[in-house]
Nanobody, 126 residues
Framework: QVQLVESGGGLVQAGGSLRLSCAASGRTFSNYAMGWFRQAPGKEREFVAGISCSGGRLYYGDSVKGRFTISRDNAKNTVYLQMNSLKPEDTAVYYC???????????????????WGQGTQVTVSS
């Protein structure tokens, strides 16, 4: 089992920044590819960003490219999502997820993840 706990969400004005963190426990963090997803009310859970187990490959959803950055610190068992130039349409609950797979694989499909955090709310006001 892997436990994931997100933090760092909150209320921010459009154009502002937030950094989300996801702390993992329970298994060897460096064996897991990690992803961030988000879900707005009435919408499906959407892929935001993903990172391979070593951090050597990154992938972003089209709506966040150039504004968000995913990173990980395997020594701290934590994955981050730096969000800049936030827009009201970024408002959602943000979830981190873990998939036990290594190499340079980034997992894009939410159905392929093994573990999920409880989510953290991000609200961007206009």
């Amino acid at each position: 089992q892997v436990q994931l706990v997100e933090s760092g969400g909150g209320l921010v004005q459009a154009g502002g920044s937030l950094r989300l963190s996801c702390a993992a426990s329970g298994r060897t963090f460096s064996n897991y590819a990690m992803g961030w997803f988000r879900q707005a009310p009435g919408k499906e859970r959407e892929f935001v960003a993903g990172i391979s187990c070593s951090g050597g490959r990154l992938y972003y959803g089209d709506s966040v490219k150039g504004r968000f950055t995913i990173s990980r610190d395997n020594a701290k068992n934590t994955v981050y999502l730096q969000m800049n130039s936030l827009k009201p349409e970024d408002t959602a609950v943000y979830y981190c997820a873990a998939k036990q797979v290594c190499g340079l694989r980034v997992v894009l499909n939410r159905d392929n993840y093994d573990y999920w955090g409880q989510g953290t709310q991000v609200t961007v006001s206009s």
